[in-house]
């Protein structure tokens, strides 16, 4: 194994960590890991680390392959830890390791309003509504 690939498995099993303590379902829902900001901001997830050897893909293959790599990592059944539901494993490579639209724009807006919202609930729940399901 490479130092690449150390890189790698270390890098997933950080994103990983949130998903085995069962905070969220997906590492791109907890907010403070590498691969939610890569989903809320990539421009600024420019300044990560990448998992992948430098100029070998780009910034959008990077993020689709790591997306890839850490789902089928997360759905290993660990003692007395949580996982990745095979299910939500399943649509993810269907996708390619891509996030619909919809999903973008879900974790934009949330990064945007950062956990603060002022408005009816109907108003809150419209863009996450609009773009469910968009490709």
């Not at 790591?66 to 290993?76: D, M, N, S, T």
Request: glycine share 10%; aromatic share 8%.
């Amino acid at each position: 194994m490479g130092q690449g690939d150390a890189q790698l498995v270390c890098s997933a099993y950080i994103d990983l960590n949130p998903v085995r303590a069962g905070i969220v379902q997906k590492p791109e829902d907890y907010r403070w890991s590498g691969m939610g900001l890569r989903v809320r901001a990539p421009k600024r997830a420019g300044q990560l680390l990448s998992p992948f050897p430098l100029n070998a893909v780009s910034e959008r293959q990077m993020s689709s392959l790591y997306r890839l790599f850490v789902y089928e990592a997360g759905c290993i059944k660990k003692r007395n830890a949580g996982q990745i539901p095979e299910e939500i494993n399943r649509k993810v490579k269907n996708l390619m390791g891509k996030l619909k639209l919809g999903d973008k724009l879900l974790h934009r807006f949330r990064n945007l309003t950062e956990g603060h919202a002022i408005g009816s609930r109907q108003l809150i729940e419209y863009p996450y509504t609009l773009f469910r399901g968009t490709s």
